[in-house]
């Protein structure tokens, strides 16, 4: 399910571009386009992963791919594109739930709660502004037990110091629709966020902002 104009922000996942990702995105535009190495998203992993586990766009899975799960986890993957879904399962020696899904719908009520979610670099391949983008952090947010954790990252695209590299990438990427962080700023991002949960820390690092969200707020929580 999905809404025309997302497709564009999940499209370029390819089997090809896939295959690349590591290398482009996680390796090449991390550090010299973003200034933040992969290190940073590992360490969100290790800190916060969850026994029910809920990945949102995992593209190749390589975050998964590179940390020691828990043992006992429970993983749900969840992507616009079924080609992320599929590369990243066979990444994985798991049995897994794969849902092929549009962040910004709502979720099947009826699927159990996480006790953990992780969105990373998916709310900047989103179009729209903030108030947008946020119906993903709500649909998010009721996923989650009430002390459940929300964490991810994101390319903040306003008042930014970009890399020449970042300069292309934004520019190239915004243009054809995989990205839509032009307007993405910082107090944006920490606002929606906050208006759904009770704690939430955001640290700049490069151009990315990294955000933990924990306790839910009990309107966020409430089904439509
Ligand atoms: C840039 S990749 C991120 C991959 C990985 N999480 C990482 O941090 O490197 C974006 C992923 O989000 C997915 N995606 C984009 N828009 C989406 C949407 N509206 N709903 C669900 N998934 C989406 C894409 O298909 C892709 O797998």
Same mark, same amino acid.
């Given at each position: *399910? ?8 999940a499209?370029?996942?390819?089997k !090809? ?15 010299y ?11 969100l992993?290790?800190q ?42 066979? &990444? ?8 092929e899904?549009?962040?910004? !719908? ?13 969105i ?7 179009p ?24 991810g ?16 990438? *934004? ?19 920490? &606002?929606? !966020? ?9 640290? *700049? ?17 409430a089904s439509?």
């Open positions: *399910m999905s809404t025309l104009s997302t497709r564009a922000g499209a370029p996942y390819t !090809l571009v896939l295959r690349v990702y590591d290398l482009w995105v996680v390796l090449i535009s991390n550090n386009g973003w200034r933040c190495n992969r290190a940073h998203f590992s360490d992993y290790r916060h992963i969850g026994h029910r586990h809920l990945e949102v766009g995992p593209g190749s899975g390589w975050a998964l791919a590179n940390i020691d799960l828990p043992a006992d986890i429970e993983l749900t993957l969840l992507d616009l594109n079924a080609n992320s879904l599929d590369h990243t399962a066979s &990444r994985l020696n798991l049995s897994l739930t794969l849902i899904h549009d962040v910004l !719908l709502p979720l099947n009520a009826s699927v159990d709660k996480f006790d953990s979610v992780a990373n670099y998916v709310l900047h391949c989103l729209g502004e903030w108030s947008t983008k946020a119906t993903a952090l709500t649909n998010l947010a009721r996923t989650l037990t009430p002390e459940g954790v929300l964490f990252s994101t390319v903040i695209g306003v008042d930014q110091n970009f890399s020449v590299l970042g300069k292309v990438l *934004m520019f190239a990427y915004n243009k054809f629709g995989v990205f839509g962080n032009r307007r993405d700023d910082l107090p944006g991002l920490r &606002r929606v !966020l906050s208006e759904r949960f009770e704690h939430v820390e955001v640290t *700049m690092v490069g151009n990315v902002a990294l955000f933990v969200a924990r306790r839910p707020r009990r309107h966020a929580r439509p």
